[in-house]
């Protein structure tokens, strides 16, 4: 409603000439010329006073009438704007119901999904079946070997795949045994291990050992149980790692145990020796055999060509790469449940 709605110009005429005629009555020319003047400045006064009230009375009925458009605004902005979550917090705090219930069934599928099964156990970002892991580690009960060096091992060769085979070897099993190491392993200690038969089934010399053809298959088919070949692992390492550790007047490091595995016990003494007389020079052609079947150990690739690592560098890499996983491993007997370590420690 607008001012001139609210009081019309007409009242306030009306309301001068009935004060004109009221004086015209009552004075003589001369007063009357006067009483108009000041009466025609007051009810103007007057006029312009009762159009400043109307103004505020209708401010005010407006403000009652509608909210403010600041607060409007406000309310507006709010239901049109996303519920935005910020990197980092916490999704568990109380939105509407619709929105908790869609957070609550996100945050329990990530927990399930994230959740090993049974079974499992979990090391860093490697997952490993507890029969394996149990098995590993009593192997090295048994033998009195380090069991995260052996672990860190069967990580190295076969991912903990007691089944795994090699495609361009004959190595089979989880420590990746070919058939001469394993043929010569078995018969130097699986009458340790329940296997006495199989150990005098290998006959031939000790590099060239040799098994009747109805049972070779039989015997290299025992690499894939993990406990045997775990503890083939561990003694054979035992065995050589004394006899290269008392030719170099020390104890071998995690990465120098496992190159005995790696190249063999020969190759690694050789690797040794001379790493400590001339560590600068060419693994390769050290080791040509092993550098063949090895490209990215004993070789490095600059621009389009390769170039020879130096004895010291592949030490270096299996230093570092044992030093890691032993790490990893290095409270897994301790995180063994109860009964598993009575398993890892009671005698086959």
């Known amino acids: 409603m607008s001012v001139s709605e609210a009081y019309p110009s007409g009242a306030c ?37 009762c159009s400043l009230a109307g103004a505020f009375m209708l401010a005010a009925k407006a403000d009652r009438r509608e909210p403010p458009k600041s607060s409007q605004s406000a309310r507006a902005a709010r239901a049109r704007s996303p519920v935005v ?10 939105l509407d119901a619709d929105f908790s219930l869609d957070q609550a069934a996100k945050s329990w599928a990530r ?18 079946q507890s029969a394996i892991v149990e098995r590993v580690v009593k192997a090295a009960k048994s033998t009195g070997s380090d069991p995260a060096l052996l672990m860190s091992i069967a990580d190295k060769e076969s ?17 990746q045994f070919v058939e001469k190491t394993w043929l010569k392993a078995l018969r130097s200690f699986g009458w340790r291990y329940g296997h006495e038969e199989e150990a005098k089934a290998i006959g031939g010399e000790d590099e060239r050992p040799v098994v009747a053809p109805q049972k070779r298959a039989e015997i290299l088919g ?3 149980d993990p406990y045997l070949s775990a503890a083939m692992a561990a003694e054979m390492l035992k065995q050589d790692g004394a006899k290269i550790a008392e030719r170099l007047g020390r104890a071998l490091t995690a990465g120098e145990t496992y190159l005995i595995h790696f190249l063999g016990p020969e190759d690694a003494a ?53 030093g890691t996983r032993t790490s990893r491993y290095q409270d897994v007997e ?10 890892a420690a009671a005698n086959r």
């Open 270 to 322: 050789r690797f040794m020796t001379r790493l400590e007389e001339e560590p600068d020079a060419s693994a390769a052609q050290l080791l040509p055999k092993p550098a063949k079947a090895n490209k990215p150990i004993f070789y490095e690739r600059q621009g389009g060509k390769l170039k020879d690592r130096s004895l010291r560098d592949v030490h270096e890499a299996f230093e570092h790469m044992m």
């Open 334 to 343: 301790a995180r063994l449940p109860a009964e598993a370590q009575a398993y």
């Open 85 to 94: 979550m910020a990197a980092g917090q916490p999704d568990d705090f109380p």
């Open 13 to 49: 005429r009306g309301l001068l000439e009935q004060f004109r005629n009221h004086l015209a009555s009552a004075l003589g020319r001369r007063e009357q010329a006067t009483a108009r003047l000041c009466l025609s400045t007051w009810v103007r006064a007057l006029c312009v006073a």
């Open 159 to 175: 991912s903990f795949s007691s089944t795994a085979k090699a495609s361009t070897s004959s190595a089979s099993g989880l420590f």
């Open 111 to 128: 927990r399930v999904l994230d959740r090993d099964p049974p079974g499992i156990m979990r090391f860093g970002g490697q997952r490993v």
């Open 222 to 224: 025992l690499r894939n």
